[in-house]
């Protein structure tokens, strides 16, 4: 396991190397002030903290097939900057102040503006920056070295990924303004807006530059049912995990009215009077301490905490069998188990 | 003229027959209503209207060195659901109500949603089916059939036209907020916000997915000066077009504080007094027509008008030079040339 860890810190270097440098690129052949202020803030922005899970497990989609060089870093950065462009219109959608511990990417322009309206004006930028960092994503993935074919693999699966995290924000934003707890709306949403891009995709990206397409249906189930489990712990952290570990408000899941598994299963277990007590938290939008822990008391005392730990398990299991399915490069299917037990063992 | 009108609308009509079976694959593999609802939105929205300007260039730059087939038609909707995509940010951005006659996105999205706080959750979706139709733009490209080096380039050179206009877009929102009125400053603008992607890049993604790489600078060249002519005419219909044939409110450029080479001229040629009152309708936000019309005539008798349609002749020569280096099929660039004409003598 320390192995591990010492080979997951090694490849986070060279990814952020990588990073670095493209951002170097891009300032270098940048003339013009403004533009290269918010080049800057969006190199800060990603280069803050994240633990480049999707860089990484793209290198691991390759080095099941073929061994890995620094093309494959180059591209690996890709998926991380297209990271950067969800968060940051994220972060304007939900309102965040905060992000990684620090403000959010419209926060941090706001500070740089004087004079009326800045918060619009930031929100612009911040809108504007996202989709200027969406094209670096996509540059850094075709400037990478590889050859035709599977290059263009990779940047089909690549546009499918952000299609697909795009339709997931979507029926995020609807789900929140209607009152329906739905489990299977809800994993179909983890699917969408977790699964795909932050495991499945960012492997069988991996995959198809290294040219082997024998295993896509087995990287699929894979990354689905570890996307799925690891949103569901991320839904966990957010209620039971702590704060100055996750860099985010232990309330904000709370107050942006998320219908999480954890939600969903104490609502469908509760009396009348308990349900509406949900829904008023849900709906409250800055809610007191008092009513937090009741709240979090109703999720563990309606089972609702277990199930959602059992239902992490059971997907868990799932996608360790699909794992076992693939013959490819031991050492990085090994790793890959052991990154599985990471997701739901951090606590950030 | 007769006979390219009667081929541009013909042209027109392929792109849209295009545009119009694309959006019903997405429709038609699409599984979840909420998404369906957003996508039926996007194909109104792109439907609606449009001279599909940039689709129409991008068959011209392959036309001029290769002979048009179904392929390229089903390229070129690529740039127009970008032009989508970047419209629906800009209305968000600019809170602009209409578009092309009728409610701008996020206003549609409004209209259809019940409650709450509606007005925010509508620019949500509205910056999320952005995003999605950016997708869409993309994946349109990749599946239009042409083989892997020529796509490749197309795809890197579309690319760097939508980091260009962010690019632009970012300029924008800093010049409104400062006071410079810098002709300089205006037309680099002018070529990342509008030359690159509503003539330059779909000219020269034309030309790279034809396989002829001999004469980009000259497509560069055409594309730069005729994309610059075209904004600053658009500026000219802005501030001196009808209502009626533009779609949007005659007094909108000037509510949103555009400083345009009319007003920077105008700026220039004034007096002290003059200049404040200048600014102070740019900062207005809601001029009436009493100062609105002052505006105009301070215009006029500065010279700024005559200097604008100047500056769009001289822009047009230049156009016309670049074109006339180029060795490609005679009646494509006679139609560009016509071209040429008609983006800076139409009404809308």
Redo the contacts between chains.
């Keep these: 396991m320390e192995n591990y860890r010492k080979r997951l810190d090694d490849l986070r270097e060279r990814i952020n190397y990588q990073l670095e440098s493209y951002f170097k690129y891009k300032l270098d052949e940048c003339n013009?002030s403004?533009?290269a202020h918010?080049i800057e803030k969006l190199r800060d922005f990603t280069m803050n903290g994240g633990k480049r899970v999707r860089p990484i497990l793209m290198i691991m989609g390759y080095s099941m097939f073929a061994e890995p060089d620094d093309r494959i870093i180059k591209a690996s950065i890709s998926i991380e900057m297209a990271q950067s462009f969800l968060l940051i219109?994220d972060d304007?959608?939900d309102q965040s102040d905060m992000r990684r511990g620090k403000p959010s990417f419209h926060r941090a322009v706001e500070k740089t503006?004087n004079?009326d309206s800045v918060e619009r004006?930031a929100e612009?930028?911040a809108?504007?920056?996202g989709?200027?960092i969406?094209?670096?994503s996509?540059?850094a993935l075709?400037r990478s070295g590889f050859g035709?074919?599977n290059?263009?693999d990779a940047?089909?699966e690549f546009?499918?990924i952000?299609?697909d995290t795009?339709?997931g924000?979507?029926?995020d934003?609807?789900s929140?303004?209607e009152d329906v707890y739905s489990e299977d709306r809800l994993l179909?949403l983890h699917f969408l807006k977790t699964a795909r891009y932050t495991i499945q995709g960012p492997l069988l990206m991996g995959a198809y530059l290294s040219g082997n397409k024998k295993y896509i249906q087995d990287i699929k189930d894979y990354g689905k049912y570890a996307g799925i489990a690891f949103q569901l712990y991320d839904d966990l952290l957010g209620l039971f995990g702590s704060e100055e570990k996750t860099g985010k408000s232990i309330k904000s899941d709370v107050n942006e009215g998320k219908k999480t598994l954890l939600m969903i299963k104490a609502y469908e277990n509760s009396s009348e009077e308990i349900r509406k007590f949900i829904e008023s938290c849900l709906k409250n939008g800055n809610i007191n301490d008092s009513d937090f822990n009741r709240l979090r008391e109703i999720v563990k005392s309606t089972g609702s905490y277990e199930y959602t730990k059992q239902k992490i398990d059971e997907y868990n299991g799932l996608a360790r069998s699909a794992l076992a399915r693939i013959d490819g490069n031991r050492d990085t299917i090994e790793m890959l188990d052991f990154l599985l037990e990471y997701l739901i063992k951090r606590e950030n």
Excluded: P
Aim: no cysteine.
């Design positions: 013009d403004k533009i918010v219109h304007i959608m503006l004079g004006i612009n930028i809108i504007s920056a989709d200027l969406d094209t670096f996509h540059e075709l035709l074919e290059l263009l940047d089909f546009s499918k952000i299609e795009g339709k924000q979507i029926l934003i609807y929140s303004i179909k």
